[in-house]
């Protein structure tokens, strides 16, 4: 079992910076591949970025990729999303994911946070 606790969301302005951070509680944290996803507003939850559990492999949705940086320390249990050059249209929950799969479907993911909240103003 996997427990996913998010923080650092917030209001930011468009093209500011804002940095995510989940702390995970288990054993095997290390051997999961950990995400993130988000959910906007009247939308579909979808993906946003995905790492190895060893750090070397990272994936990132089109929308995000160049301005979003995922990693993780796992000494620490912990993995962060760097976001940066934020557009009104990043509003939304973002959620911390852990899979024992490489995969980015929603469907698919075996351990999801509760989310916290972040919105960009224009």
């Known amino acids: 079992q996997v427990q996913l606790v998010e923080s650092g969301g917030g209001l930011v302005q468009a093209g500011g910076s804002l940095r995510l951070s989940c702390v995970a509680s288990?054993?095997?944290?290390?051997?999961?591949?950990m995400g993130w996803f988000r959910q906007a507003p009247g939308k579909e939850r979808e993906f946003v970025a995905i790492?190895?559990?060893?750090?070397?492999?990272?994936y990132y949705a089109d929308s995000v990729k160049g301005r979003f940086t995922i990693s993780r320390d796992n000494a620490k249990n912990t993995v962060y999303l760097q976001m940066n050059s934020l557009f009104p249209e990043d509003t939304a929950v973002y959620y911390c994911?852990?899979?024992?799969?490489?995969?980015?479907?929603?469907?698919?993911?075996?351990?999801w946070g509760k989310g916290t909240l972040v919105t960009v103003s224009s």
């Open positions: 994911t852990a899979d024992s799969t490489w995969t980015i479907h929603v469907k698919d993911i075996d351990y």
């Open positions: 288990g054993r095997t944290f290390s051997s999961y591949t």
């Open positions: 790492i190895s559990w060893s750090g070397g492999r990272t």
